[in-house]
């Protein structure tokens, strides 16, 4: 079982729900307390955050911080 970089699944799902949600950037923005390059980090996959951040985005998103974590790409 190959499994992708972790970080890079969570920005995923992050920019998913924030589509499917209607969350624009700046909204999401204010709500986290991220600033430009942390978020634009975060979502390439380039940066890890810690589970009370992952928690934190998971409330802003509606979502159970499970899903952040999950791979819903097929293999």
Known sequence: ???RPINQIIGENIQRYMEERGISKLAFK???GLDGKRFRLLLKGEI???TRKLQE????LDVKTLDLLEDWTEE
């Open 1 to 3: 079982m190959n499994e």
């Open 30 to 32: 204010k709500e986290t």
């Open 48 to 50: 890890g955050i810690t």
């Open 57 to 60: 985005i998971a409330l802003v």
